[in-house]
């Protein structure tokens, strides 16, 4: 994220290794040789050792590092306010580093936690910037390092408190909880240190990383600008400033500082590869260039930079450049998730929806943020799996009572915004320095009213049960075939398709054309006064009409759901309606069928119709009208192909069937349904059950029937 971040990451290992190196070298050059005495000096020959130096040669000597621990906390005891007591203490600590780092190796944190805090101890008076930085400091890098981040900040934590007056010590720990994502105790610190130094410019700068990390982007930008003035050739400050400014669009005066930076430190490539993507933003592309050829020589393994590069490409629709630049970032960092959403992004560009979705179904391994879920769900709706998207996004976001969204972002802020685009441009502000999202308006506004209209529609549910009026899964009519139903508008069979235009591959869907007069508003019927249907009914009537040329998918789907649940059924029929009278345009370009891609022409057009009659033939169901819900699910069952979802119409079918008297017709249509994969099975299965042993008086031979269907 920072040049501070790289800087520290590269010391990391070294300050481990060189206290641990160190502790065994030393360790091992103070030994006697073992040819020297047919049997190791015991614990008790060391003890009895008289003058400190008969002492300390004696722990020497010894071969557990368990016994030297005890003998050096005896000396120390035994000789304090001698010369070699500070030798002596010294020693103990390199044995317990050792000690702690081997056990951190067998799995033992919490044993070489207390090997690590006793060395804290032992350290006595002021202590010094070699103890603090060979002792002191390596011990909670260590833990992170052996992947004990918990443990290593609560270690970190306990340390804490002796330097509570030392701005440039505080300024190292505060660093430490920035690198290890501990924001909270970042900014805690830092502020501290920043209070008792507030001219250095260190602090200031080490403050706006903390802010950053919180996703505090102003207050960040404010300690960065003061780091520049209280020291203008401040090796990160400039570089961070310019960031900030980048991150909020402002690409021109981001270029100057990011000059400037390079004025002060000609070989940064971080300010290299940021000053490339600010001046091809001004379209100073010649300018940019050059940049970009000397950010790829400085900074070879700079992934973060590939990935910004990419995401730039990708944001203005150039999927080509775009592809380049990400696959170079994952292979120098395959676990960078703003590198997984980059790529899904640039497939969604170039229509290769199925790979973005597994691109991201992998990134969620790799992190858990609002945005990562919210760009799962926006591939997922591009493929039409509605439900699987709201899933998704309901493990990251929530709708709040009065339909505003909120998230908890980057697990550190708790933020709410009625537009998700502005709920989650933190994130990527933070931690990719671009104003622009790669999601388009009008993807948002899917989101948003997809989001709003699940909500909704769980409030109504709920709202509709605690008044004792549920669903009606079985409505009361006559069981007579000829009953008399309902009326309900039925537009006639629509008629067949010659012919296919598949030179449209993967064109979009083509858009409706506008009505003489414009469409009746959605009515939800006799549900209309249930608390929340109101709202979801303008929910469902955003999600349903904004103009991407996908709108007739989505209806079916809303009708489908509403169906499902019995509610608002006037508005799930006038749905279903309405895109059965627009299958034509709807499935004409090849591809349209998403989650269907390799269907022909008619293929697409005979699962759409399929879908949507079953769907308007069960709000009918649901409704009472067993006459035009035999008429619609039949008509489903008979444009369907063989698939398993015409199995899901055949149940509706025969479910109406049996309502309308024809109980042995209608056990046949269940046997045909017969789909042992089927969640809902097993309760399915009771219900054949029931019946054919009501017509048969027994239940041998089901099993037969329901093999040979």
């Known amino acids: 994220m920072f040049i501070e971040l790289k800087l520290y990451r590269r010391i990391r290992a070294a300050l481990v290794i060189s206290v641990l190196a160190a502790c065994v070298s030393q360790a091992g050059a103070s030994q006697r040789p073992r040819g020297e005495a047919t049997r190791p000096p015991s614990s008790d020959a060391a003890a009895a050792a008289g003058s400190p130096q008969d002492a300390l040669a004696a722990v020497r000597a010894v071969e557990s590092r368990d016994e030297r621990i005890n003998l050096l906390q005896k000396f120390l005891v035994n000789y304090r306010g001698s010369a070699q007591e500070a030798e002596g203490r010294e020693m103990l600590m390199r044995e317990l580093a050792l000690r702690g780092e081997q056990r951190l190796r067998e799995g033992d944190p919490q044993k070489a936690s207390e090997d690590f805090k006793t060395i804290f101890r032992v350290t006595s008076g002021d202590i010094t910037d070699r103890v603090f930085d060979q002792y002191i400091f390596p011990l909670p890098v260590a833990m992170n390092a052996f992947g004990y981040r918990t443990e290593a900040v609560a270690l970190m934590r306990s340390f804490e408190a002796r330097f509570a007056k ?56 404010q300690e960065f600008t003061k780091a520049a003035e209280l020291d203008a050739a401040d090796e990160y400050a400039n570089l961070n400033l310019a960031n900030m400014l980048r991150a909020h669009g402002d690409y021109a005066r981001a270029a100057a500082l990011y000059s400037k930076q390079i004025a002060v430190k000609s070989d940064d490539a971080d300010a290299h590869g940021g000053l490339a993507i600010s001046l091809l933003a001004l379209g100073r592309d010649e300018e940019a260039e050059r940049e970009l050829s000397r950010a790829s020589r400085l900074g070879p393994q700079n992934y973060r930079f590939f990935t910004q590069l990419a995401y730039y490409y990708a944001a203005h629709r150039k999927p080509q450049q775009a592809r380049v630049a990400i696959e170079q970032a994952a292979a120098i960092e395959p676990r960078f998730a703003w590198a997984f959403i980059t790529k899904a992004n640039i497939d969604a560009i170039d229509g290769k929806y199925g790979d973005g979705l597994s691109t991201l179904i992998m990134a969620q391994q790799l992190g858990t943020f609002p945005t990562l879920n919210f760009e799962l769900s926006k591939i997922l709706m591009l493929l039409d799996g509605y439900d699987q998207a709201l899933d998704v996004l309901s493990k990251a976001i929530a709708v709040t009572e009065d339909g505003e969204f909120e998230a908890r972002l980057g697990g550190v802020m708790r933020a709410r915004s009625p537009r998700l685009d502005l709920l989650l441009e933190r994130e990527r502000q933070a931690a990719l320095f671009f104003n622009e999202p790669l999601t388009t308006t009008m993807q948002y506004r899917l989101a948003e009213s997809l989001f709003r209209f699940d909500h909704y529609q769980k409030a109504a549910l709920a709202a509709r049960a605690k008044k004792g009026t549920p669903q009606r899964d079985v409505p009361k009519t006559s069981k007579a075939p000829g009953a008399r139903s309902r009326p309900t508008r039925t537009p006639a069979a629509p008629p067949a398709t010659t012919g296919d235009s598949e030179s449209q591959a993967g064109a979009r869907a083509r858009r409706v054309q506008e009505k003489a007069a414009p469409e009746a508003p959605l009515s939800a019927g006799s549900d209309a006064g249930v608390a929340g249907v109101p709202e979801m009914i303008r929910a469902i009537t955003e999600f349903t009409s904004l103009d991407d040329g996908r709108q007739a998918f989505r209806m079916v789907w809303v009708a489908h759901r509403l169906a499902e649940n019995g509610l608002a059924l006037d508005a799930a029929i006038e749905l279903a309606l309405r895109a059965i009278s627009v299958a034509d345009p709807a499935t004409e370009p090849g591809g349209s069928m998403r989650d269907a891609p390799l269907l022909d022409r008619e293929g697409r057009k005979a699962v759409f119709l399929g879908r949507a009659e079953d769907a308007l033939g069960w709000a009918l169901f649901k409704k009472g009208d067993t006459r035009g819900a035999l008429l619609h699910l039949s008509r489903s069952v008979d444009i369907y192909p063989i698939n398993n979802e015409r199995k899901g119409a055949l149940w509706h079918l025969g479910v109406a069937t049996e309502e309308a008297g024809d109980e042995r017709r209608a056990l046949d249509f269940y046997i045909a349904s017969y789909d042992p994969s089927s969640p809902a099975w097993a309760g399915r299965r009771v219900q054949i059950e029931a019946l054919y042993k009501k017509l048969t008086g027994t239940l041998n031979g089901l099993d037969d029937r329901l093999k040979g269907r």
């Open 166 to 221: 030392e701005p440039a010590r505080l300024v190292q720990i505060g660093f430490f909880y920035v690198q290890v994502e501990a924001p909270v105790e970042a900014v805690r610190i830092l502020e501290r240190s920043v209070e008792l130094a507030p001219g250095d410019h260190r602090a200031h700068n080490s403050l706006g990383a903390a802010y950053l990390i919180n996703l505090r982007l102003d207050d960040a930008e």
